[in-house]
T-cell receptor, first 113, second 113 residues
Framework: AQSVTQPDIHITVSEGASLELRCNYS??????LFWYVQSPGQGLQLLLK??????LVQGIKGFEAEFKRSQSSFNLRKPSVHWSDAAEYFC???????????FGTGTRLQVTL | DSGVTQTPKHLITATGQRVTLRCSPR?????VYWYQQSLDQGLQFLIQ???????AKGNILERFSAQQFPDLHSELNLSSLELGDSALYFC????????????FGPGTRLLVL
């Protein structure tokens, strides 16, 4: 079955520190992969996406993610976290044959000042 | 702002009642998706419509139904509501050529008392 796994439920980082959020996928074929962010009481905002090509993708708000086929991973990174980055982050996958997004369980990011 | 609108933002109702959630997709998008976000189930795909026709179905209860109208807006109808139906309901849209990205609306928060 298709699945997306986010191993970390909750991560705390200091403002200015680097960040890496993990995402692993399990699909028969290479899926399209996405990262979304959800601030408290808000909707889901698209941070970045990977369809094919360059395995390092840049997104909004200074985020980037790297697709690694050998590790079935699509980890999200940011070199320097800002307090406003505190939110819940969701990794999601989609294949060409299925319309629905399959979401991970999310990682809640807390930023300490 | 994703360009996807949802109304109402909040809805409080009683068990056994029926409600209708409304979604307007981004201009030009033909597909509308409905997702449910709850604490115990996470983000779950409910149903997809494409240009007025049902395209895919997920974990949607028989008490729930949806439709997409000729102007491409969509409605999700929830009936015989139970306490467990309390959740955040998201609509997303997609459909630009060669782009499978789904853009999410702000959601409707439903509370069943």
């Amino acid at each position: 079955a298709q699945s997306v796994t986010q191993p970390d439920i909750h991560i705390t980082v200091s403002e200015g520190a680097s960040l890496e959020l993990r995402c692993n996928y399990s699909y028969g074929a290479t899926p399209y992969l996405f990262w979304y962010v959800q601030s408290p009481g808000q909707g889901l905002q698209l941070l970045l996406k990977y369809f094919s090509g360059d395995t390092l993708v840049q997104g909004i708000k200074g985020f980037e993610a790297e697709f690694k086929r050998s590790q079935s991973s699509f980890n999200l990174r940011k070199p320097s976290v800002h307090w406003s980055d505190a939110a819940e982050y969701f990794c999601a996958g989609l294949t060409g044959t299925a319309s629905k997004l399959t979401f991970g369980t999310g990682t809640r990011l807390q930023v300490t000042l | 702002d994703s360009g996807v609108t949802q109304t109402p933002k909040h809805l409080i109702t009683a068990t056994g009642q029926r409600v209708t959630l409304r979604c307007s997709p981004r201009s030009g998008d033909l597909s509308v998706y409905w997702y449910q976000q709850s604490l115990d189930q996470g983000l779950q795909f409910l149903i997809q419509y494409y240009n007025g026709e049902e395209r895919a179905k997920g974990n949607i209860l028989e008490r729930f139904s949806a439709q997409q109208f000729p102007d491409l807006h969509s409605e999700l109808n929830l009936s015989s509501l139970e306490l467990g139906d309390s959740a955040l309901y998201f609509c997303a849209s997609s459909g630009r050529e060669f782009d499978e990205t789904q853009y999410f609306g702000p959601g409707t928060r439903l509370l069943v008392l």
